[in-house]
């Protein structure tokens, strides 16, 4: 059925007006976008005047952190630590660019120039020790460069005196553990000691075959000139050789030329050939000179060095990484010494450490407890003569503690001893002594006795136990066997089990803070003393968050002790019951 005529009529009208207001409304929101966005228009409205008058002591918490890094900084001189005379009459205060470096480091773990530029326009407690001043990142740069970079260490250190004054710090206990921390360097830019040797000499054997090349090309000209063939790379010879190629080809009007389409002599193509060589033999130099006496670097960062790590974005391999190595200690949550070195294991940095503790502190602590990669016979021997009790466990120690069973029972560490510390195979044959050696490779000289088996022919047990011809020998040092029996003596005794654990807790859970808490879990600047620089303002950023939490924890304490005791749930006695 078809509708009427005026129904379409009707359909029609409507649709043309509703199309027709929403036109309408359109126009009117254009027109009020227009006019709140000319510079001119005014909107109208009531609003009331807000105070913003803001101070420290009333708009800052009291036990903010800010307040303990001005209460700690207070009491540092820094003029005695660094040197402002070089400095400009408009520069910024030293004092207060270190409150400033202080207080970042302590809310954040790490915060980079542009971030404390950033805080000085943003935060209220930055603009207040700012006095409303805008540093620019810039000027921290300059400030931690030329000023900070040298006298870090002196005021980490003054920083620790003071709060050892100030708290109940037990610093005869010091907790010892180490890091690898990755270094800012880039992908494959590694310099490895047994390739560069193999490449250095590959190409000497390149720049003498360019030699008698050009001793017989100057044979062909009927030229009386002939050049050495050396058997060490000298990179001067080298040069002095191009430089009288150089003087033939003027005496002789030989133009270099260079370019496509250009034709060079043979002469040049020799001189060039060994101009590349003597440019490669150069880099191989300067490659030596930046790995010093260690076997890898990177190109980037010439003093990291490449260390195994928990997570290779190289190959996923697990396989090496450019890294600094860190070695802290710790006493009740405390960061009392810091040291960085491109050593690849912890044994070595133990006696440098300790000497560097001593070095600031003008004595050393009682007990160092560390884990089994400090133990060693150069490091219980610094003990021993320091008087510091060794709570050092050694490599091996886990294995001993194990069971004997079928399995490691040829392990000499699961054979039977003798009275006098020899040893017992399995097949119940004593060692006999075969030499006496000295090692004087360490710091101490080391006495070691070599112990060989001569049963080991037609034993049963001889393919388990050893591959040997001669049979099974055993290297080992008495002096090392008593450092190993006082060490287990200590380590399971109830103080030793404390004190491990308070280790596993204070030096490890010092790096897992940093770490996991406050997201620093890499280095940012390059360079030793820039890294050294760095880990020194996390630190003190750490130390100042522990001086914080102590001090407010003995605060509760102390209002729990002084809080008087109510009496409202007693009830007094009536004149009856007296």
Same mark, same amino acid.
């Given at each position: 059925?078809?509708? &009427?005529?005026? /129904?379409?009529?009707?359909?029609?009208?409507?649709?043309?007006?509703?199309?027709?207001? #929403?036109?309408?409304?359109?126009?009117?929101?254009?027109?009020?976008? &227009?006019?709140?966005?000319?510079?001119?228009?005014?909107?109208?409205?009531?609003?009331?005047?807000?105070?913003?008058?803001?101070?420290?002591?009333?708009?800052? !918490?009291?036990?903010?952190?800010?307040?303990?890094?001005?209460?700690?900084?207070?009491?540092?001189?820094?003029?005695?630590?660094?040197?402002?005379?070089?400095?400009?009459?408009?520069?910024?205060?030293?004092?207060?660019?270190?409150?400033?470096?202080?207080?970042?480091?302590?809310?954040?773990?790490?915060?980079?120039?542009?971030?404390?530029?950033?805080?000085?326009?943003?935060?209220?407690?930055?603009?207040?020790?700012?006095?409303?001043?805008?540093? *620019?990142?810039?000027?921290?740069?300059?400030?931690?460069?030329?000023?900070?970079? @040298?006298?870090?260490?002196?005021?980490?250190?003054?920083?620790?005196?003071?709060?050892?004054?100030?708290?109940?710090?037990?610093?005869?206990?010091?907790?010892?553990?180490?890091?690898?921390?990755?270094?800012?360097?880039?992908?494959?830019?590694?310099?490895?000691?047994?390739?560069?040797?193999?490449?250095?000499?590959?190409?000497?054997?390149?720049?003498?075959?360019?030699?008698?090349?050009?001793?017989?090309?100057?044979?062909?000209?009927?030229?009386?000139?002939?050049?050495?063939?050396? #058997?060490?790379?000298?990179?001067?010879?080298?040069? #002095?050789?191009t430089d009288k190629i150089e003087i033939y080809m003027k005496d002789n009007g030989i133009e270099f030329v260079h370019g496509k389409g250009c034709r060079r002599s043979d002469i040049q193509k020799l001189y060039?050939?060994?101009?590349?060589?003597?440019?490669?033999?150069?880099?191989?130099?300067?490659?030596?000179?930046?790995?010093?006496?260690?076997?890898?670097? +990177?190109?980037?960062? !010439?003093?990291?060095?490449?260390?195994?790590?928990?997570?290779?974005?190289?190959?996923?391999?697990?396989?090496?990484? !450019?890294?600094?190595?860190?070695?802290?200690?710790?006493?009740?949550?405390?960061?009392?010494?810091?040291?960085?070195?491109?050593?690849? +294991?912890?044994?070595?940095?133990?006696? %440098?450490?300790?000497?560097?503790?001593?070095?600031?502190?003008?004595?050393? %602590?009682?007990?160092? %407890?560390?884990?089994?990669?400090?133990? $060693?016979?150069?490091?219980?021997?610094?003990?021993?003569?320091?008087?510091?009790?060794?709570?050092?466990?050694? %490599?091996?120690?886990?294995?001993?503690? =194990?069971?004997?069973?079928?399995?490691?029972?040829?392990?000499?560490?699961?054979?039977?001893?003798?009275?006098?510390?020899?040893?017992?195979?399995?097949?119940?044959?004593?060692?006999?002594?075969?030499?006496?050696?000295?090692?004087?490779?360490?710091?101490?000289?080391?006495?070691?006795?070599?112990?060989?088996?001569?049963?080991?022919?037609?034993?049963?047990?001889? +393919?388990?136990?050893?591959? $040997?011809?001669?049979? #099974? +020998?055993?290297?080992?040092?008495?002096?090392?066997?008593?450092?190993?029996?006082?060490?287990?003596?200590?380590?399971?005794?109830?103080?030793?089990?404390?004190? @491990?654990?308070?280790? /596993?807790?204070?030096?490890?859970?010092?790096?897992?803070?940093?770490?996991?808490? @406050?997201?620093?879990?890499?280095?940012?600047?390059?360079?030793?003393?820039?890294?050294?620089?760095?880990?020194?303002?996390? &630190?003190?950023?750490?130390?100042?968050?522990?001086?914080?939490?102590?001090?407010?924890?003995?605060?509760?304490?102390?209002?729990?002790?002084? =809080? !008087?005791? *109510?009496?409202?749930?007693?009830?007094?006695?009536?004149?009856?019951?007296?």
């Amino acid at each position: 059925i078809r509708p &009427a005529a005026s /129904d379409v009529y009707k359909r029609q009208h409507y649709s043309f007006i509703k199309s027709k207001r #929403r036109t309408e409304v359109r126009l009117l929101w254009y027109i009020l976008f &227009a006019m709140i966005h000319q510079q001119d228009y005014t909107a109208y409205q009531t609003y009331a005047l807000l105070d913003f008058n803001i101070s420290f002591e009333k708009d800052v !918490p009291a036990d903010d952190i800010s307040r303990n890094v001005i209460e700690v900084t207070e009491r540092i001189d820094i003029n005695k630590f660094v040197d402002f005379t070089h400095r400009n009459s408009h520069g910024y205060d030293g004092l207060m660019m270190l409150r400033l470096l202080l207080l970042a480091f302590a809310d954040n773990g790490y915060a980079s120039t542009r971030k404390l530029a950033e805080l000085c326009r943003t935060d209220i407690r930055y603009m207040f020790i700012a006095q409303n001043q805008k540093p *620019s990142h810039q000027a921290f740069q300059r400030f931690i460069h030329d000023d900070l970079i @040298m006298s870090v260490e002196d005021i980490f250190y003054e920083m620790n005196r003071i709060m050892e004054d100030e708290l109940p710090i037990d610093t005869d206990v010091l907790c010892i553990d180490g890091t690898k921390y990755e270094a800012n360097a880039n992908k494959n830019t590694f310099i490895w000691r047994k390739n560069t040797v193999r490449n250095r000499e590959r190409q000497w054997k390149k720049c003498n075959d360019t030699i008698k090349r050009i001793n017989k090309f100057f044979k062909e000209q009927n030229i009386d000139c002939r050049y050495s063939i050396l #058997r060490e790379p000298n990179i001067d010879y080298l040069l #002095r050789v191009t430089d009288k190629i150089e003087i033939y080809m003027k005496d002789n009007g030989i133009e270099f030329v260079h370019g496509k389409g250009c034709r060079r002599s043979d002469i040049q193509k020799l001189y060039d050939e060994l101009a590349k060589e003597a440019m490669k033999l150069f880099e191989y130099a300067l490659h030596f000179d930046m790995l010093g006496d260690r076997n890898s670097c +990177s190109k980037t960062d !010439p003093d990291a060095t490449f260390m195994h790590m928990k997570y290779d974005y190289y190959n996923h391999t697990n396989v090496f990484k !450019p890294g600094y190595n860190v070695q802290v200690g710790v006493s009740d949550g405390f960061i009392r010494n810091i040291y960085v070195s491109s050593d690849c +294991s912890d044994i070595q940095t133990y006696i %440098p450490f300790m000497e560097k503790y001593k070095l600031m502190y003008g004595k050393l %602590p009682l007990k160092t %407890p560390a884990d089994a990669g400090y133990g $060693s016979y150069d490091n219980y021997m610094y003990c021993r003569e320091n008087g510091i009790e060794l709570f050092m466990k050694y %490599p091996g120690y886990y294995e001993e503690s =194990k069971k004997t069973n079928d399995k490691n029972r040829f392990r000499a560490s699961h054979f039977d001893r003798t009275e006098d510390g020899g040893y017992i195979c399995p097949a119940g044959h004593e060692f006999e002594v075969d030499k006496l050696t000295t090692d004087t490779r360490g710091v101490y000289a080391r006495n070691n006795i070599k112990l060989i088996n001569h049963h080991c022919e037609g034993c049963p047990f001889r +393919s388990r136990c050893t591959k $040997s011809r001669i049979g #099974r +020998s055993i290297n080992y040092c008495k002096e090392l066997d008593e450092f190993h029996k006082e060490v287990r003596k200590n380590v399971t005794s109830e103080e030793g089990k404390k004190l @491990m654990f308070k280790r /596993d807790n204070e030096a490890e859970g010092t790096f897992g803070d940093l770490k996991e808490n @406050m997201g620093y879990d890499r280095l940012y600047r390059r360079g030793h003393d820039n890294v050294q620089m760095e880990i020194y303002l996390v &630190a003190m950023g750490h130390n100042i968050r522990k001086y914080q939490k102590l001090k407010k924890k003995i605060k509760e304490t102390e209002e729990k002790q002084m =809080k !008087p005791v *109510s009496y409202t749930h007693l009830t007094l006695p009536t004149n009856r019951e007296v």
